[in-house]
């Protein structure tokens, strides 16, 4: 399995924290599973810089890669996944879902997702199901539409960008990088602050 994160300006840093801090690390991972190398693409390699003001120099370019059944995809939330300078990122995800590709995409992901009519037949979240209606003419897919922080429907993964910790508890789910007690008192650890599930995580690492 490889990981790839697409990186564009504006990029939402708080929203992948999570996620890419426990794929990289690899610290509760079962112990037959190594570290992630996260690849890092964008539509060219010019250096972005994110929301927070930190600057970063993506690996490759889209059209450099071979995607492959497994493999994980994270659309990260910016400012600019409404104009058309990632489309080109937009356009190849219908491809990669039939190819088995896992692709979890987060707050402003989701309304470039919507825009281009893949939340149409495919149960989903958002920042705001009328929100959606209201920005993306395309968007036909409120009837599975799902009230909660991240949903899950097959090799799609969609969360609210006010949900990084639910987002990167569903991926870690779709992974398996994790056994389920371990991504369980992970989540409660992270969620509830009690140190109790600190000892129930350091228990179930095997």
């Not at 010019?46 to 497994?70: A, L, Y």
């Not at 920042?127 to 209201?134: A, F, I, P, Q, V």
């Not at 870690?172 to 989540?187: C, F, G, H, Q, S």
Request: aromatic residues 8%; glycine residues 6%.
């Amino acid at each position: 399995m490889k990981v790839y994160l697409y990186v564009l300006d504006t990029l939402a840093d708080w929203e992948i924290g999570y996620i890419t801090a426990e794929l990289s690390s690899g610290r509760y991972f079962d112990k037959d599973h190594e570290k992630v190398h996260i690849v890092k693409i964008a539509k060219s390699k010019e250096t972005i810089v994110t929301m927070g003001g930190m600057t970063i120099i993506p690996d490759e370019e889209i059209d450099e890669i071979e995607f492959n059944e497994g493999d994980l995809l994270i659309l990260p939330g910016s400012d600019n996944w409404m104009n058309d300078t990632n489309q080109k990122i937009v356009d190849i995800v219908s491809k990669l879902l039939d190819k088995k590709v896992i692709i979890a995409a987060i707050c402003g992901a989701t309304l470039a997702l919507a825009k281009n009519g893949l939340l149409n037949n495919r149960k989903h979240t958002s920042n705001d199901k009328g929100y959606l209606e209201m920005v993306c003419p395309n968007y036909k897919g409120s009837g599975l539409y799902i009230n909660e922080p991240a949903v899950t429907d097959g090799y799609l993964i969609t969360a609210t960008g006010l949900a990084p910790l639910e987002f990167a508890h569903e991926i870690l789910r779709a992974v398996k990088l994790m056994n389920e007690k371990t991504i369980d008192a992970w989540y409660a650890l992270n969620k509830n602050k009690e140190p109790q599930y600190f000892y129930e995580l350091m228990k179930s690492i095997r």
